[in-house]
């Protein structure tokens, strides 16, 4: 379950990073994929001109950053940009829990036999990333701490303690 968890957050990771690339203008124009949807509605407006899309989608195994839209006479256009990290952790994530449950299905059924071993390590399902969760983790403490701070202190005790006076 914890391979999960880490490729999860390097994809959404490997997602934002691209995205404030994308937000600066840091990317070629010939990496540019466009995708062209046909809309079938009564008095389409068309676009102006381009408008900012954030998000992504898979398409054909392959993830893909948006990077601006238009509406033009019928069409809704959505030009992309393929994000390879993110494919490749999940990928990586695929061929995992392809593997484990191999291990886990031979093993139910040749228990007899010799044991198999499964090794996989962070660095698989990133490049060149660095694992660091502390700031979620004390985020989280810290806002709940500070949330009952109130219900802990003397002052609030104290009230407490005391019946109100008829």
Do not use: W
């Not at 601006?68 to 940009?81: A, F, G, P």
């Not at 392809?98 to 399902?125: C, E, M, P, R, Y």
């Amino acid at each position: 379950m914890g391979y999960r968890i880490i490729a999860h957050y390097y994809a959404n990771k490997s997602s934002a990073e691209l995205q404030v690339s994308l937000d600066q203008n840091k990317y070629k124009e010939t990496e540019l994929v466009s995708f062209k949807i046909p809309l079938n509605q009564p008095y389409i407006i068309n676009s102006d001109g381009y408008e900012s899309l954030e998000g992504n989608m898979d398409y054909n195994g392959m993830n893909y950053q948006f990077v601006k839209k238009r509406i033009l006479n019928d069409t809704l256009e959505i030009v992309c940009i393929p994000n390879n990290t993110r494919t490749q952790i999940d990928n990586n994530k695929e061929d995992f829990t392809k593997q484990l449950a191999d291990i886990v299905n031979t093993s139910t059924s040749k228990k007899s036999q010799g044991s198999q071993q499964l090794k996989f390590s962070i660095s698989d399902f990133t490049q060149d990333h660095h694992f660091d969760l502390y700031p979620f983790v004390a985020a989280a403490t810290l806002k709940h701490a500070s949330k009952n701070e109130a219900f802990l202190s003397f002052d609030y005790l104290q009230n407490i303690a005391k019946p109100p006076q008829a």
